[in-house]
C-alpha cells in the first residue's frame, strides 16, 4: 500500500487519475492539488468522488506532498511540471510526470514546440520515457516518468514492431490521427466541435517531434513522420490511421499480424486484431488497451491504432507505470 | 420555370433536394415518389415542409412522373435507377441520377463494386459525370447526367489541378476521408456512431474506383488511389485529407496555392484557401462549396478539401448540374 | 434598401443576424463591431462570410455607426446595451436590442435578476417589447425594440391563447423548458454538455419574470410561472413542455387546438399541430417558426412548444420585427 | 461463486450485465444467449469482451440454461419474457427479468399498455418488485424478480419519501423526465436524434401505469401521474424533472431534503443533495446511483432525479438484486 498524491487534479487527466486510484488495492490517495482560486473538498469539485475521497483542493505545495506521498502524479499543463519535478525529487519522491517536459530528449527541440526555456536539462537525461511496451526495465528502477503523449503512444504502439522488421521505407510515415476534444482541455468550447471535424497544427504539432525521437531510435537512424491531427466532435478517444510504404525487397516475406502478435504477446494491454478487421473508439474507450488493425496492400501498409486518449494515452498508462515502478501486478487497478 | 420530379423523395437526398428546389425560382416540383408503404402527403413526412409543397408522396410511376415533368431527379439506392433511367429517357425526359448506377464506364468494375450485373450499358456510355468543374460543357447539353458521388466529388477537387501540373508521384496519393453519417442513410443506428469513430471499407470502398477514373482521365494514364473513409459522429459533411509526394524534379516549381486559384477562378462553388489554412466542415455544411487548403513541404503536399455531403456531395451537385442543363444562372437556387 | 449595422457581430446571434441579413433583398449591411482585440476583417472570424462581406469589425463606435446606418442591432451581452441605445436614439437612429437591457418594464425587477443598477429608466418606458404576435402595430412604430428572450417566446407563444380563454388556473403554470447550449454563449465548454444534461438555475432564471411580465399582462392579473431551464446537449433549439391545470368551470368547453389555430391564423411564424401531434426541434431549427403541439386532459392541458432559440428567440425575430418597422412583407429574408 | 445466465445478451442491457459481472468476483457467466441468426462468439459481437469472456452465443435454449446456470438474467424485449419464465422457474432457477412482463400487477393493465394478451397470472402475482428501496426483504427470499423499468426507478425513488410525508397534493404529480436513445435499443436511427429533442408517448406511455402502481401502494390511494418522456441526443442517461404541490396545511412543517436523507440513509445506491443543489448526468452515468435534488418553494416542491438508465434503470439494479437474493454484500461488483 502506498500514499500518493495528483497535482492537477482537477483537469481530464487528474480526473481520470483519481477515478482509477480509487478502485486501485494497492494505492492511498493522500494528497490532491490544483491551480485552484480557494481550497475546496474536491467532492464539490466532482459530485461523483463524494464518500469516496475526502480531501482539500488547494495550490499545489512540494512540502506538504512530500510529507504526505512517496509519489506524485503531475496531471499539469505543459512547462508547469519544471517548477515541480527538481523539488519533488530532492525530496526523495517518485514522479509521473503527465506533461510533455521531461519527454523531449534534446532540449531545443522542447524549446522550439513549446516555446520557452527549459531550465530543468538534467532530469530531462533521467528522465524514463514511460511507453512500458518499450521501456518496461528502464521503468522498474525509475525516480522520473515522463509519461508519453497521446497521439505518440497511439503512434508509436502502432508503428514499433513494422520498424523493427526493416521492412518498410521510413521515409514515407504518413499518420493521420484524430482525437476527441478531452485532449484540448476542460475548457474547450462546444461551439467549436458541436457537428464539426478539422485538421489542426498541420505537420507542426508538438506531438511530432516526440513520435520521431522514439521511432527514430527503434530504427536506429533519423526519422521525420508525416503527422496530421485532427479534432473529433466527441470527448474520449484518439484513433491514428497510419500509411507506410514498403521496402522494395520487402514484397511479402512476412506475415505483419503474425509479427506484430509476436512482438506484443506478452502485453497485457495491447490487441492486435486479425488481417482485415479494424479498431473502433468504442472498443478502446474507457480501457487502458490500445488496439491495433493491419492490412497489408501490394506496396504499402494500412496501421489503424485505437487508445483512449485519457487512459492508455494519459492517465491510465501513469497508472501501468506506476505499478511496474513498485513490482505491482502490472494490470492492477486498470481495465 | 420548368417542372421537376424527385424518385426517392425521403431519403436525405431527397429531402434536400426538396429544400433546395422549394426556394429556386426556376422550378415547380410537381412529382415526388419514393419506396413506401402507403402513398401520403409529404408534409406528413417533413412536417417542415407542411403548406410549401402540396404532394402525394406514391411509389414512382414512369408514366406519371413523364407527364408532370421534364426532368427527374433519382435519389434512389444504387442499382435502383437502372429500372427507371431508360424508360424515363426514351419518354423524352431529362435525369439527374444521384445514385452511383450510371458514373462507372467500365461496366465490369460496376458489377465488381455493387455486386450485380449492370443491364444497361448503352446509357452507361451516354451518361456525362456530373462535376461541373471537369465537364461543364458537357452538362449543358445532357440527357443523363451521373452526379458524382460525394467522396470523389471532394477527393476529385482537391486533386484535378495538383494532377494537371504533372509535379506530383501519381502512385502515391492518398486520401483519408471522414463523413457524416448521413452518408450511410437514414436508417443508420445511433448506437453505430455515438462518442464512436472507425474506418470502415478500407482500401475497398465502391467509391475508390469512381476517383480512380476520373483522376486516371485527368492523368492519362492509370492512376489507382490509396482510400480510407471513415464514419464521423456527426451528420454532415466530408473532410478528405488527402497526401501526395512530389516528383522529384518539381522541387518548388510552382505554388501550388496560386495554381489552384488560377485553376478554379471562375468556379462559383469551390473556394481555395491561402497556404497553410485549411477547412473545416462548418465552413461548407449547409452550402454546395468545396473548400480547399494546400500545404508544401519539401517533398510532400498536403491537401485538404471540406464539402457537404448531402449538397455539393450530393443534391447541391444535382441541382447545379440541373442549372446548367437548363442555361440558368449556375448558383441560382444555391448557397 | 436600408443600411444597417450589428454591434456584437461575432457572437451567436450576430453571426446568425449577418447570415439572414446577407440574403435579405431590402437590406445592407454597412457597419458591424464587437467587443474584439484588435479589427479585423469579418470574413477571417467567419470564413463563410469570404466573398459575401467585406467589413472590418471593430470596436463598436456610435458615431460611426450612426453615419452609416439608419438601424441597428444590438446583439450584446446583458447590461452591455445600456451604454449604446441613448446614444443611438438621439442621433435618431432604430434600435433592435436582443438584449435583455429593455425588455423588463419593473426597474428593480431587473436589477434584481441581472445584478445591476439601470441607468437608462426612460428608454425602457419607450421600448417596445417585440413579438409581433402580440405588439405588432406597435412595433410599426417603434423607435426601440427590446427584442424578447428565446425561453419568453416560447413560452409566451405556448401560452398566450390559452390565457386569453380564461379556462385555466393561472397559478399552477409549470414550464420545463430544455435549450441548446448556443444560449449560454460561443464559449461554453463541451465538457459541460457532452453526453450531459442538467436542469440549471431552477426556478431562479432571470428570463422567469419576462414570461411572468407578458403573461400577467394578457391576463390582467399578476402571474407567476414555475420555469425550470435545462441545457441540452445539442446547439439550437428550445423546446418548452408546459403544463397547465384546468379551472374547474372549463371541463371541456372549448377544443384548444382550434383555439390556437383561429388565435394564430394570420401569423407567418407560428404552427399549431394537430391534437396529440407535437413538435420536435427538427421541425423549427433553422427556421423563424414556432411550432405549437396540445393535448387536453381531463383537468389538465400539455402544451408544447418549439423554436430555433437563435432564430425566432433571437436573430430571426429582430428581423421580423425590422420588416415591421419599415413595413416590408414580414417574412421577406425569413424562412 | 455462482454460475448466471444471460438471455438478451447482445442488447444494451444484456452488453451491460455482462460488464457488469465479468468483474463480479461471486459471479462466473456460464450461459448467454440472443435472438440471433447464427451462433458466434460473444467476442465477435463485442471485441472489448475478447480474452475475458469465451462463450458462443445462440438462440435461448432454456434446457441447456437450466444446466449450466443457477440464476438466469432475461434482457429481451417486452412479451418476451413470458416464454421463459415458468420453464425456467420450473426447472428450480431464480429469474430476474429486466423486461415489464412480471412488473404490472394487474393483468389488464399489461395488456392494454403492451398490446397483448399475458398468459402467465400465476407468476404475475409471485414476482417481486425488484426495487430495493422499498422491497428488499421480499427480495431477498425471491424465485422471480420484476426488474423495474428505467423510468419508473427514478420517478419512484425521486417521490417515495415525499409521499410517505403525506404533505403533498398527490393528485397533481408531474414527472417530465428526459432518457438518453439507449431506452429506445440498439437499431434506434441517428437521424431521429442528431441536434434533436422531442417529446414522446406524450402522457400514454408504458411505464406510467408502473409509476402509478408503485405509488399508489405507498400513498395507500389511487395516484395517476401526469408524465411525459423525452428523448435526448445522448446515450445514457434518465433525468427526472417532478412538480409536487404541496397539499394546504403543510406549509413548511417539514424541511424535505432532512426527510429523504433520513428515508435513505442506509441506501448504498442512493445520493441525496443539499437544498438547491441539483443532479446532473454525468454525476450518475455510469454509476449504480440515483441521485436526488430537492427545492421547496412556498406552495409547491421541484424534485430532480438522475440515474443511468442502463445500470440504476436496468442491468445495475438486476445485479444489485441479485447479490440481495444470494446475500452477497449489496454494492458488490458495482459503482
Same mark, same amino acid.
Given at each position: 500500500?502506498?500514499?500518493? %498524491?495528483?497535482?492537477?487534479?482537477? %483537469?481530464?487527466?487528474?480526473?481520470?487519475?483519481?477515478?482509477?486510484?480509487?478502485?486501485?488495492? +494497492?494505492?492511498? &490517495?493522500?494528497?490532491?492539488?490544483? $491551480?485552484?482560486?480557494?481550497?475546496?473538498? &474536491?467532492?464539490?469539485?466532482?459530485? $461523483?468522488? *463524494? =464518500?469516496?475521497?475526502?480531501?482539500?483542493?488547494?495550490?499545489?505545495?512540494?512540502?506538504?506532498?512530500?510529507?504526505?506521498?512517496?509519489?506524485?502524479?503531475?496531471?499539469?499543463? !505543459?512547462?508547469?511540471?519544471?517548477?515541480?519535478?527538481?523539488?519533488?525529487?530532492?525530496?526523495?519522491?517518485?514522479?509521473?510526470?503527465?506533461?510533455?517536459?521531461?519527454?523531449?530528449?534534446?532540449?531545443?527541440?522542447?524549446?522550439?514546440?513549446?516555446?520557452?526555456?527549459?531550465?530543468?536539462?538534467?532530469?530531462?537525461?533521467?528522465? &524514463?520515457? *514511460?511507453?512500458?511496451?518499450?521501456?518496461?526495465?528502464?521503468?522498474?528502477?525509475?525516480?522520473?516518468?515522463?509519461?508519453?503523449?497521446?497521439?505518440?503512444? @497511439?503512434?508509436?504502439?502502432?508503428?514499433?514492431?513494422?520498424?523493427?522488421?526493416?521492412?518498410?521505407?521510413?521515409?514515407?510515415?504518413?499518420?493521420?490521427?484524430?482525437?476527441?476534444?478531452? %485532449?484540448? *482541455?476542460?475548457?474547450?468550447?462546444?461551439?467549436?466541435? =458541436?457537428?464539426?471535424?478539422?485538421?489542426? $497544427?498541420?505537420?507542426?504539432? +508538438? !506531438?511530432?517531434?516526440?513520435?520521431?525521437?522514439?521511432?527514430?531510435?527503434? @530504427?536506429?537512424? $533519423?526519422?521525420?513522420?508525416?503527422?496530421?491531427? !485532427?479534432?473529433?466532435?466527441?470527448?474520449?478517444?484518439?484513433?491514428?490511421?497510419?500509411?507506410?510504404?514498403?521496402?522494395?525487397?520487402?514484397?511479402?516475406?512476412? =506475415?505483419?499480424?503474425?509479427?506484430?502478435?509476436?512482438?506484443?504477446?506478452?502485453?497485457?494491454?495491447?490487441?492486435?486484431?486479425?488481417?482485415?478487421?479494424?479498431?473502433?473508439?468504442?472498443?478502446?474507450?474507457?480501457?487502458?488497451?490500445?488496439?491495433? %488493425?493491419?492490412?497489408?496492400?501490394?506496396?504499402?501498409?494500412?496501421?489503424?491504432?485505437?487508445?483512449?486518449?485519457?487512459?492508455?494515452?494519459?492517465? *491510465?498508462?501513469?497508472?501501468?507505470?506506476?505499478?511496474?515502478?513498485?513490482?505491482?501486478?502490472?494490470?492492477?487497478?486498470?481495465?
Amino acid at each position: 500500500m502506498i500514499n500518493v %498524491g495528483i497535482f492537477g487534479a482537477t %483537469g481530464y487527466a487528474g480526473e481520470e487519475l483519481i477515478g482509477i486510484l480509487l478502485k486501485h488495492p +494497492q494505492v492511498k &490517495i493522500t494528497y490532491i492539488a490544483a $491551480k485552484i482560486d480557494r481550497p475546496v473538498p &474536491i467532492a464539490e469539485i466532482f459530485p $461523483k468522488f *463524494g =464518500n469516496q475521497l475526502d480531501l482539500i483542493c488547494g495550490l499545489p505545495e512540494v512540502k506538504e506532498a512530500s510529507d504526505k506521498c512517496e509519489l506524485v502524479f503531475l496531471a499539469l499543463p !505543459h512547462t508547469a511540471s519544471i517548477d515541480f519535478v527538481p523539488r519533488l525529487l530532492s525530496a526523495g519522491k517518485k514522479v509521473v510526470d503527465l506533461s510533455a517536459d521531461y519527454r523531449l530528449k534534446d532540449i531545443k527541440v522542447y524549446d522550439t514546440f513549446y516555446e520557452t526555456a527549459h531550465k530543468d536539462k538534467a532530469h530531462i537525461d533521467e528522465a &524514463i520515457y *514511460g511507453l512500458p511496451e518499450l521501456y518496461r526495465e528502464d521503468i522498474k528502477h525509475a525516480q522520473l516518468i515522463a509519461n508519453p503523449g497521446c497521439y505518440p503512444t @497511439a503512434a508509436i504502439l502502432g508503428l514499433a514492431p513494422a520498424i523493427a522488421t526493416g521492412c518498410l521505407e521510413l521515409d514515407s510515415l504518413i499518420i493521420d490521427a484524430k482525437s476527441g476534444f478531452s %485532449g484540448a *482541455g476542460r475548457n474547450f468550447a462546444a461551439s467549436q466541435i =458541436n457537428e464539426d471535424f478539422k485538421a489542426y $497544427k498541420v505537420n507542426v504539432h +508538438q !506531438h511530432a517531434p516526440e513520435i520521431d525521437q522514439e521511432l527514430s531510435k527503434l @530504427a536506429g537512424k $533519423k526519422i521525420k513522420v508525416t503527422f496530421v491531427p !485532427h479534432l473529433l466532435p466527441l470527448e474520449r478517444g484518439i484513433l491514428a490511421t497510419i500509411y507506410v510504404k514498403k521496402a522494395q525487397k520487402a514484397a511479402k516475406a512476412q =506475415n505483419l499480424v503474425s509479427l506484430y502478435k509476436k512482438f506484443y504477446k506478452k502485453e497485457p494491454f495491447v490487441r492486435i486484431l486479425e488481417e482485415g478487421s479494424f479498431p473502433q473508439l468504442k472498443d478502446v474507450v474507457r480501457t487502458n488497451f490500445c488496439s491495433i %488493425g493491419i492490412k497489408e496492400e501490394t506496396d504499402q501498409v494500412i496501421i489503424i491504432a485505437a487508445i483512449d486518449n485519457l487512459l492508455k494515452g494519459a492517465s *491510465g498508462q501513469a497508472v501501468q507505470n506506476m505499478n511496474i515502478m513498485y513490482n505491482f501486478p502490472e494490470q492492477i487497478g486498470l481495465v
